[in-house]
Nanobody, 115 residues
Framework: QARLVESGGGLVQPGGSLRLSCEASGITFEMYDVGWYRQAPGKQRELVADINSGGATYVTNSAQGRFAISRDDAENTVSLQMNSLKPEDTAMYYC?????????WGQGTQVTVSS
């Protein structure tokens, strides 16, 4: 059974950095595409960054130049390095893995950017 566990969230001042991690188990992680999503109160969940099984990455426009996604298939983990954080980055961040018809979500980790 697939299980995703996110970590690394917290409270940070504007301009600060956080590194989110997502550890997967129960799946052949290297075969899955992985995405980081976020959902702020009252807003729809949105894709922040994505990395496919081949290592190609995508970062949403609002985070380009500030966020970077990476994966370590040997450790079954995906990370999201977030720099120059802004108050509008405040949200619950979720890890998602997908392959063909399969899609799994973690429980989320809260990121709050505030002075």
């Amino acid at each position: 059974q697939a299980r995703l566990v996110e970590s690394g969230g917290g409270l940070v001042q504007p301009g600060g950095s956080l590194r989110l991690s997502c550890e997967a188990s129960g799946i052949t992680f290297e075969m899955y595409d992985v995405g980081w999503y976020r959902q702020a109160p009252g807003k729809q969940r949105e894709l922040v960054a994505d990395i496919n099984s081949g290592g190609a990455t995508y970062v949403t426009n609002s985070a380009q130049g500030r966020f970077a996604i990476s994966r370590d298939d040997a450790e079954n983990t995906v990370s999201l390095q977030m720099n120059s954080l802004k108050p509008e980055d405040t949200a619950m961040y979720y890890c998602n893995v997908r392959r063909a018809m399969s899609s799994y979500w973690g429980q989320g980790t809260q990121v709050t950017v505030s002075s």
